[in-house]
């Protein structure tokens, strides 16, 4: 081991299907990655040999390799260590099984896999469906990858489910490209804040995605790879099967949970695949803090972009008569007091007018493509803004936006999730 700058460097030598997994915690910290020798590959992008790469606060790593490499780590880890355990060999067969399915779909020119994957929080379904993609678009595919986990997905800022057609694979240290990501705005960081509304979203989601099939013919082959939040309980099954039913899935991976397995065994239809997968046992369990965390690191690189990769956002006033602010439900009445003919699930996705006020500081607005209000709920979004100053007396927000002046529309979607600007 040497030591340079006060950074630790150190050399680890892998043998085949082992994998080096290390964490970087402090903010100060950085910790940087070089592949010397071998081949390696991070969540199912490959290494450059030479290349060094970056790691900031949060990060948590594996590198794996199938047939041996030599690695240099310098800079503190929270964590570091080599694992010679992993399922990537059971992982690496689900991609060859939905190449299989990709390759007969191709022939037969029909729709390719809809894979969904599901599971508790913390074992791994974000990553996974990382590396299928990946692995898909490393063959030359072009799969869509749908990201309905709410609170820390990967499409976009929290608060959204979204859609993104994979082009290549992620960046080691960024993850996937986020061109023109098809996003529809929820407003709230876990699908049991409005049920109703999740599934509408959702079905909605699913349509668009479909269409997309019908017109790609390359895409079609490679088929969907949807990733899902931890909720699998109670309501939170509801709404899987939903889900799964709405993207008219055919292969659902389980993670971990026997339970959840032989729940979906017993109440899907035979032809959807239920396949059981360990999680890796280097998932990190992460807390309640680093994950409102996570979620704070996202909006601000929505905004500001990567240590990489810097934006620089515009701020700029806007007058409250210029804009009309909109919250997608209303407060619940009693059935004795609802109009005929309405149902209590209705005020759910009630849209409600908000006159500007104090309470929006630090919110994130959805920009709308809709222009007409009847069709806000359903129609997927052109951005995110957010709230800095709210001056009531001479009725004036000033916004926070990726875009300059003017706004693409007017009408804006209150989300709960809120950011601090302190750039
Ligand atoms: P889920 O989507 O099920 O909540 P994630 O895929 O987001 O779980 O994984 C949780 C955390 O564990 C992520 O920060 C991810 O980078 C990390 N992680 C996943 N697999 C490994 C692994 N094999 N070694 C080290 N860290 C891992």
């Given at each position: 081991m040497k030591m340079t700058d006060k950074k630790v460097l150190q050399e680890y030598t892998l043998d085949q299907d082992?994998?080096?997994?290390?964490?970087?915690?402090?903010?100060?910290?950085?910790?940087?990655?070089?592949?010397?020798?071998?081949?390696?590959?991070?969540?199912?992008?490959?290494?450059?040999?030479?290349?060094?790469?970056?790691?900031?606060?949060?990060?948590?790593?594996a590198v794996y390799t199938w047939h041996g490499c030599v690695l240099e780590v310098k800079g503190k880890t929270d964590v570091i260590y080599t694992a010679k355990e992993t399922p990537m060999v059971i992982y690496s067969n689900c991609h060859g099984a939905l190449e299989f399915m990709r390759i007969e779909a191709e022939k037969d020119n029909k729709r390719g896999p809809i894979a969904m994957l599901v599971g508790p929080t913390d074992v791994g379904k974000s990553t996974i469906s990382r590396i299928l993609l990946n692995y898909a678009v490393r063959?030359?595919?072009?799969?869509?990858?749908?990201?309905?986990?709410?609170?820390?997905?990967?499409?976009?800022?929290?608060?959204?489910?979204?859609a993104l057609m994979i082009e290549r694979p992620a960046a080691i240290d960024e993850g996937f490209s986020q061109e023109a990501p098809l996003v529809y705005n929820f407003g709230h960081k876990t699908p049991h804040a409005n049920s109703t509304l999740f599934h509408i979203l959702v079905e909605q989601l699913a349509t668009t995605v479909k269409e997309r099939l019908e017109v790609n013919k390359r895409t079609r082959a490679s088929g969907v790879i949807i990733n899902t939040c931890g909720w699998t309980k109670a309501e939170g099954y509801k709404q899987l099967l939903g889900s799964a039913k709405a993207f008219e899935v055919d292969v659902i991976m389980v993670l971990d949970q026997e339970r959840l397995y032989n729940e979906l065994v017993r109440d899907l239809p035979n032809f959807v695949k239920v396949v059981f997968l360990p999680k890796s046992g280097g998932v990190v369990e992460r807390s309640k803090s680093i994950r409102s965390e996570a979620r704070d690191q996202r909006i601000r690189e929505y905004f500001y972009g990567t240590v990489r990769n810097s934006l620089y956002p515009h701020s700029f006033d806007v007058k409250f008569s210029e804009v009309k602010i909109c919250k997608i439900g209303a407060p619940a009445l009693p059935d004795s007091c609802l109009p005929l003919g309405m149902k209590a699930d209705d005020h759910m996705t009630k849209l409600v007018v908000l006159t500007p006020n104090a309470g929006l500081l630090h919110h994130i607005l959805a920009v709308s493509f809709s222009e007409k209000e009847e069709e806000v709920i359903t129609s997927h979004v052109a951005g995110f803004v957010c709230v800095t100053n709210v001056d009531a007396e001479r009725q004036i927000l000033t916004?926070?936006?990726?875009?300059?002046?003017?706004?693409?529309?007017?009408i804006l979607v209150l989300s709960e999730l809120q950011f601090m600007d302190t750039h």
């Open positions: 082992q994998e080096l997994r290390f964490e970087v915690e402090s903010k100060t910290d950085k910790v940087y990655l070089t592949l010397k020798s071998g081949i390696a590959e991070v969540f199912g992008t490959e290494i450059v040999k030479g290349k060094t790469y970056e790691f900031t606060a949060g990060a948590k790593i063959m030359g595919r072009r799969p869509i990858f749908v990201d309905l986990d709410v609170g820390q997905g990967q499409v976009s800022i929290p608060g959204t489910v979204g916004i926070l936006s990726p875009q300059p002046k003017p706004l693409p529309n007017n």
